[in-house]
């Protein structure tokens, strides 16, 4: 498959849910030496989402590339999946790059390990294209938007030293849909899937809890077979500091709070460039 | 309106033509539309094409008749000079930096990158004015002085949208063309290999595609790039070179997508300095670019002498907030001296009040960390998608206007969430 062609399976111009599917990643297709992804661990975990009712979206906040790789689990329910994946591979190599396809990265610097390893996730799209392709999903089927829960943090270990790449990255409220354009289509409530937890982290806490005000139901699973929370209970979605701050210049203005990814403010609240 | 005074030295004539009067296409359809946005996001490093419910690109251009691009781009050159100059006269008067705001710890650095500046860097020295159609004429409301972005926007999109649009064609490619000027830059400097590196804030993923597309284009001049934070550079007598896994790497160019300001925290003393000013290898921008960022510079102009003739025809009145009774008077909007995005401009008008009381609390507590503005009567246009206000963005890059990033707004008041048009330029017939 082309490139073009993944990124049409993931996001075909009949859903409407297509316009909110982060591109970068689809940019950086298709990767060399794909081996099929092990698909078995998802699909475990995915045992535990509801089948859709036409009025329930989900939210996977799922390490790595756990969300794209349960794309076959979630068709089978109904749910049109929706990548939001937001971390951009090191620019090595450049011949990867559909962009850069004419150009060289020979003699280029080697880079150190990124903070956030996105060649799972890379290799889940690319292999998991041809069941998105060939789904029969209607065009209104809820979506099932999908996220790294390592998007923050980077992995395990990482350190934002020298000849690493940091992309690390926040998940904001306007990288989904409004409360408003939910309600419009009869989305009623959201399940959000993690792991272990079924608080959400701080960043997606912005996202939940304006829709939760708007009258959208969240609720809360956790798909590790260790746990206990086997169906989607109630949460209320706790204040995250700065809720619902607009304007962040008086923030930027007493001491430019550092920000841990490297730049500042809070919530990464606007493009730096002008 | 009589024709700009930045166009004085020449004599009125058909070719040049000052009137707003902006026109949208018409509206593409639906399939062709998303085959751009694919490509804008596949090809050209767009990607964040989506904000909450409004889709960024416009599926329809804004087209301009090739005589008002000549008044804009004749305005944009007059600015950029005049810009330039008032940088330079600023080494005369160091203590006139406080008043724009800039912070203590940057001034030394910046003043010492005024006192020898590169030439070569100059070359490659991009801005962009925004220009807004009003009441009386167009009027700008700021320079992105500092780390304009939207190059991809500006390039890559009118292009593709030309292509359906006969008779018209983009103002220019300010990517290609600043990419190109960078590498006459390393071309200019020589040495065994040419290696570029951008340096972006982490977790800004819109400030990443900026710097994605730029390094694409730079490695199509045969330049490496490499996408890093400020913390991966290591200066030794003032060059610069890149810390990476293998080794450290000299560096020839730096291109600076990073925000001055943002480097007065601590966590960036050891490189701060030399990005602002004590780099032996170029930086583009320059560090002294923050000096006419801050929206405080027309504050100066009166210290410095400067005729500033341009600016301040197209400028709104802009005024220390102690000067004007901007609490009374809703003519007048605030906004910070480093207001980037328009995240912080302040009206009674346009903001909830619970938003305008903390900016007016903060305006009147610090009021030399804001300014005071004419609010001006910005004009809409009709679109397929109904009226909105327009904003025309002309980069100059050595001095020279090259293109054109149009937003839309559904507001007056054009912030990161404006949508981001093809501005279209009617093709020169011989």
Redesign the interface.
């Known amino acids: 498959m082309t490139?073009?062609d993944v990124?049409?399976a993931w996001a075909p111009?009949a859903s409407e849910w297509s316009?909110?599917v982060?591109?970068?990643l689809?940019?950086h297709l298709p990767v060399t030496g794909a081996v099929g992804a092990d698909m078995s661990i998802a699909g475990g975990l995915a045992e535990r989402l509801p089948p859709s009712d036409r009025a329930t979206a989900l939210v996977l906040d799922l390490p790595g590339a756990l969300g794209a790789e349960m794309a076959g689990s979630l068709l089978e329910r109904g749910y049109r999946p929706v990548p939001l994946y937001?971390s951009?591979p090191?620019?090595e190599p450049?011949s990867h790059?559909?962009?850069?396809s004419?150009?060289?990265?020979e003699?280029?610097?080697?880079?150190?390990p990124p903070?956030v390893d996105v060649q799972p996730i890379l290799r889940a799209l690319q292999t998991n294209a041809p069941l998105l392709q060939g789904a029969h999903l209607p065009p209104d089927a809820p979506p099932a938007f999908l996220l790294d829960a390592n998007r923050r943090t980077g992995q395990t270990g990482f350190v934002?030293?020298?000849?690493?790449?940091?992309?690390?990255?926040?998940s904001l409220?306007?990288d989904?849909?409004?409360s408003?354009?939910l309600l419009s289509r009869r989305i009623r409530r959201v399940v959000l899937a993690q792991q272990h937890a079924i608080q959400p982290e701080a960043d997606l806490s912005h996202t939940l809890l304006r829709w939760q005000r708007a009258g959208v139901s969240i609720m809360g699973i956790a798909l590790a077979p260790d746990t206990d929370v086997r169906f989607p209970q109630r949460v209320m979605v706790q204040r995250p500091p700065l809720f619902r701050n607009?304007?962040?210049?008086?923030m930027?203005?007493m001491g430019?709070r550092?920000?841990p990814?490297?730049?500042?403010g809070g919530l990464?609240?606007?493009?730096?460039?002008? | 309106m009589t024709v700009s005074s930045a166009l004085s030295s020449r004599p009125p004539s058909k070719d040049i033509d000052d009137s707003v009067a902006v026109a949208a296409g018409s509206i593409l359809d639906?399939?062709t539309f998303?085959g751009i946005r694919?490509r804008m996001?596949?090809?050209?490093?767009?990607?964040d094409?989506?904000?909450?419910?409004v889709?960024v690109l416009q599926p329809f251009p804004l087209l301009l008749r090739r005589a008002q691009w000549r008044y804009l781009a004749a305005c944009a050159e007059a600015l950029a000079r005049e810009t330039g100059a008032a940088e330079r006269a600023l080494l005369e008067r160091p203590d006139l930096l406080s008043k724009l705001a800039v912070p203590p710890r940057l001034a030394q650095p910046i003043l010492r990158g005024l006192r020898s500046p590169q030439p070569l860097a100059a070359e490659a020295r991009v801005m962009?004015f925004d220009f807004h159609p009003a009441q009386n004429g167009w009027c700008i409301s700021?320079v992105?002085s500092?780390?304009?972005?939207?190059f991809s926007e500006a390039s890559e999109f009118p292009s593709m949208m030309a292509e359906h649009y006969p008779g018209y064609a983009p103002a220019g490619a300010p990517g290609p063309d600043l990419a190109n000027a960078l590498a006459r830059t390393i071309e200019h400097i020589g040495g065994r290999?040419a290696?570029a590196a951008l340096i972006?804030?982490?977790?800004?993923?819109?400030?990443?595609?900026?710097v994605?597309?730029l390094?694409?284009l730079l490695?199509?001049c045969g330049i490496?790039?490499?996408?890093i934070?400020p913390?991966?550079l290591r200066f030794d007598r003032g060059r610069a070179s890149?810390?990476?896994?293998?080794g450290c790497?000299p560096l020839s160019l730096i291109v600076r997508?990073?925000?001055a300001?943002?480097l007065?925290?601590?966590?960036y003393a050891a490189v701060g300095s030399y990005l602002l000013g004590d780099s032996e290898t170029p930086v583009i921008n320059p560090g002294y670019a923050m000096l006419s960022e801050s929206k405080r510079f027309p504050l100066v102009w009166d210290d410095l002498r400067m005729e500033m003739r341009t600016w301040r025809q197209l400028l709104p009145e802009t005024r220390d907030p102690r000067e004007v009774r901007w609490r009374r008077d809703a003519r007048w909007l605030l906004k910070?001296a480093?207001?980037?995005?328009g995240?912080?401009v302040?009206s009674p008008l346009t903001?909830p009040r619970r938003?305008w009381f903390?900016?007016a609390a903060?305006a009147t507590v610090?009021p030399n960390?804001w300014v005071a503005q004419r609010r001006f009567e910005s004009l809409t246009i009709d679109t397929p998608l109904g009226p909105v206000y327009p904003c025309i963005g002309v980069y100059t890059i050595g001095g020279r206007a090259c293109g054109i990033y149009g937003r839309l707004s559904r507001t007056p008041v054009v912030?990161?969430?404006a949508a981001d048009v093809a501005v279209l330029v009617e093709e020169e017939f011989e």
């Open positions: 490139q073009q990124y049409d111009a316009q909110w982060k591109p970068v689809f940019a937001n951009c090191p620019p450049a790059v559909s962009f850069f004419s150009l060289s990265s003699g280029a610097p080697s880079a150190g903070a934002s030293g020298p000849g690493a790449f940091d992309n690390r990255s926040i409220p306007t989904f849909p409004s408003n354009f607009a304007w962040y210049g008086l930027a203005r430019l550092p920000h990814l490297g730049g500042f990464l609240p606007h493009s730096g460039g002008g | 639906r399939e998303i694919r996001a596949l090809e050209a490093c767009k990607w094409p989506q904000v909450e419910d889709s962009r700021e992105n500092d780390v304009p972005g939207g290999q290696s972006w804030a982490a977790g800004f993923m819109e400030d990443l595609q900026v994605s597309y390094g694409g490695r199509r490496e790039t490499s996408l934070n913390q991966h890149l810390i990476a896994a293998g790497q997508f990073h925000q300001e943002w007065s925290r601590r966590g910070t480093f207001c980037n995005t995240d912080s302040s903001m938003n903390r900016s903060d610090f960390r912030t990161y969430a």
